[in-house]
């Protein structure tokens, strides 16, 4: 099991998030263009609703120059951009930022705001969902939710349920929709038997060899306080400077080359040949180390700088489940992260951004020796150690109630996102994902709404 951290905000998850903005038609059923070519429908979008901002932070880290360079002396291409269809390549990456005001700009800011420029939108703000209730014929007609006393909004069209990948699959086995087994542990009545509720977790992990370099990076702000408080200013009054950046603002995606797979097996081959991608290396300009607390982990003095490994096509399935019948019970995870023998290959992409470290470009900005973990991790079972000791998630948790066809009996919703055998009740997130996307989850879940 693991503590995972988790945001309680309009606009969900994607709030708290660094705001990178960056194959499955024959698992369901219905398509649509955005779908089947590499750009979204433009008449999809309401012209009468504020955009979702995306732009370049105002400031560059100064490291992710170096990086470019690094990316490109180990035979990764230089790319336009991530936002036209193709991402393998290295590039600045674009995120949904504000460029007026240099602050997020996320769903919540985006949408939501207009919303509530009706007089048709309420917002219950502080209350928790605590069961969405159904009439006799299986159509979802309200939530009840708690703030002190309990009340059941009713719906008169559905009930959209958008309370991500722990909190959605918690809703629907709480309301009777789930596993069989689990709701009769805690005495839930059951509604319709659906196992694969909270099952089929995907995510997205990374992990990181780090240098001492000698270029200004993140822990500025954190080792140097007259920095900090110069930088500030500039921030909230201008909209400028480092604190415009929310540190990755340079990455590289790429099929790992033969030579890094030269240990892979049969089946580690097999388990990845059809993911169009196999592992990314995104850049992160701070020493991290064990990201699990990132700011504790810098070095109080001098500047460090990371490249993030990060297995964008996991095979590793995780879930999650109840420990009671109340929503106020937070849920029980289990990531399981790393555990199939194929996801275990991951020395093969530390050993990459070695590699972008060790080139002749990056070498006249660092200083000394490894860092972080050094250099006595050189063996496959070493290297996979320090792995699963400092391993830290991306926060891309999706697919725990999964889209497929009615058959499948691991589905849980339908191609419309509706839960299966239920009408009125919709999903709407990319929790609902068949699979995860091999990139940021933003990219694909805000334009298609």
């Not at 009840?144 to 629907?172: C, D, H, K, W, Y």
Request: hydrophobic share 40%.
């Amino acid at each position: 099991m693991a503590r995972v951290p988790a945001s309680s905000s309009l606009g969900a998850g994607a709030d708290v998030q660094t705001m990178t903005l960056i194959d499955w038609g024959f698992v369901v059923h219905g398509t649509r263009l955005a779908n089947a070519t590499p750009l979204f429908n433009t008449t999809a979008f309401d012209k009468d609703a504020q955009p979702l901002q995306v732009s370049h932070p105002k400031y560059a880290t100064p490291f992710a120059t170096w990086a470019k360079e690094g990316f490109d002396n180990v035979g990764i291409d230089e790319v336009q951009d991530f936002n036209s269809g193709s991402l393998i390549g290295h590039q600045f990456c674009t995120m949904t930022i504000r460029q007026a005001d240099a602050t997020r700009s996320s769903s919540e800011s985006a949408f939501l705001q207009t919303g509530f420029k009706s007089d048709s939108w309420i917002l219950y703000q502080f209350a928790m969902a605590k069961m969405i209730m159904f009439d006799d014929k299986k159509r979802a007609t309200g939530v009840v939710m708690q703030q002190g006393n309990q009340f059941v909004p009713t719906a008169t069209r559905e009930v959209i349920l958008s309370s991500g990948a722990f909190q959605s699959p918690q809703l629907l086995m709480v309301s009777g929709i789930g596993p069989a087994q689990v709701l009769s542990t805690y005495g839930i009545k059951l509604i319709v038997d659906l196992p694969g509720v909270g099952q089929n977790m995907w995510d997205h992990v990374f992990f990181d060899p780090s240098y001492q370099v000698n270029v200004p990076t993140l822990g500025m702000l954190k080792n140097d306080l007259w920095y900090l408080l110069n930088q500030l200013p500039m921030w909230l009054f201008g909209g400028n400077g480092f604190l415009t950046n929310p540190s990755t603002d340079y990455i590289a995606f790429e099929k790992l080359p033969p030579q890094s797979r030269s240990a892979f097996s049969k089946t580690n081959e097999n388990d990845l040949a059809w993911f169009p991608g196999r592992k990314s290396s995104s850049l992160r300009p701070a020493s991290l180390g064990n990201f699990s607390n990132p700011y504790a982990q810098q070095p109080p003095f001098g500047e460090y700088a990371s490249i993030a490994a990060v297995p964008v096509a996991p095979t590793s399935r995780g879930n999650v489940t109840i420990r009671s019948a109340d929503t106020a019970d937070a849920p029980v995870i289990k990531p399981s992260w790393l555990e199939t023998d194929t996801d275990q290959q991951v020395a093969a992409a530390y050993r990459r951004a070695r590699g972008v470290f060790r080139s002749r470009e990056i070498a006249s900005v660092i200083i000394g020796e490894e860092y972080f973990p050094g250099k006595g991790y050189e063996t496959d079972a070493e290297i996979l150690d320090i792995i699963k000791n400092t391993v830290m998630t991306i926060y891309h948790a999706a697919c725990t109630c999964k889209m497929g066809i009615k058959n499948d009996s691991m589905a849980v919703v339908d191609s419309r996102a509706r839960v299966f055998a239920y009408e009125w009740l919709m999903r709407a997130h990319s929790r609902s994902f068949h699979q995860v996307i091999l990139n940021q989850q933003s990219i694909s879940a805000v334009p298609s709404w």
